[in-house]
T-cell receptor, first 116, second 115 residues
Framework: DAGVTQSPTHLIKTRGQHVTLRCSPI?????VSWYQQVLGQGPQFIFQ???????GRGNFPDRFSARQFPNYSSELNVNALLLGDSALYLC???????????????FGPGTRLLVL | AQSVAQPEDQVNVAEGNPLTVKCTYS??????LFWYVQYPNRGLQFLLK??????LVKGSYGFEAEFNKSQTSFHLKKPSALVSDSALYFC?????????????FGAGTTVTVRA
């Protein structure tokens, strides 16, 4: 079975631009989470979506937004890019049973974003 | 707030020797704890998790971890390390008491296994 897939793998943008990152979860998984991993740090939680509804949001500015589609794939959008947004953006999927705190999140390979 | 600490930035061991990667946690309720490994230019791979029950959890690739509630620790171990175990290891925690689905990660520990 295919794992979590993300596109693109790499991206270069300039300050002020907008970017859209895409994620396809493991087949049968209904929940998608997004994380930002800055070089030398652990991943930081951005969003979680379940059944197209936002279920959690991390401490990120409103420039960051996301959505989940009926096929459970997801997009992460970042507006007005800053140099500090340069990072590896990870998508993770889980089965998404409502209220299940025990679920394992399975991560994709990430999209590496460089903002110049 | 939930958090984890990985007190060692780097761990160096010889192949065949035991490997231990340390993790301590802070949560309000009972923790759900996870270990992930990241190879260069790759995403995170799940190794194991502790939810409840037996304090010794066995996972992928010969790794295991011991949950210690009194010391609030969840150290990752492997009895005999391989060169291929060289990677970046992350401990993560989820606190269901917070009604929050997010995983909080430590800063990571770089493991180098020398031949």
């Amino acid at each position: 079975d295919a794992g979590v897939t993300q596109s693109p793998t790499h991206l270069i943008k300039t300050r002020g631009q907008h970017v859209t990152l895409r994620c396809s979860p493991i087949s049968g998984h209904k929940s998608v989470s997004w994380y930002q991993q800055v070089l030398g740090q652990g991943p930081q939680f951005i969003f979680q979506y379940y059944e197209k509804e936002e279920r959690g949001r991390g401490n990120f500015p409103d420039r960051f937004s996301a959505r989940q589609f009926p096929n459970y794939s997801s997009e992460l959008n970042v507006n007005a890019l800053l140099l500090g947004d340069s990072a590896l953006y990870l998508c993770a999927s889980s089965v998404g049973t409502s209220g299940s705190w025990m679920e394992t999140q399975y991560f994709g390979p990430g999209t590496r974003l460089l903002v110049l | 707030a939930q958090s984890v600490a990985q007190p060692e930035d780097q761990v160096n061991v010889a192949e065949g020797n035991p490997l231990t990667v340390k993790c301590t946690y802070s949560v309000s309720g009972n923790p759900y704890l996870f270990w992930y490994v990241q190879y260069p230019n790759r995403g995170l791979q799940f190794l194991l998790k502790y939810i409840t029950g037996d304090n010794l959890v066995k996972g992928s690739y010969g790794f295991e971890a011991e949950f210690n509630k009194s010391q609030t620790s969840f150290h990752l171990k492997k009895p005999s390390a391989l060169v291929s175990d060289s990677a970046l290891y992350f401990c993560a925690v989820r606190d269901p008491f917070l009604n929050d689905y997010k995983l909080s990660f430590g800063a990571g520990t770089t493991v180098t296994v020398r031949a």
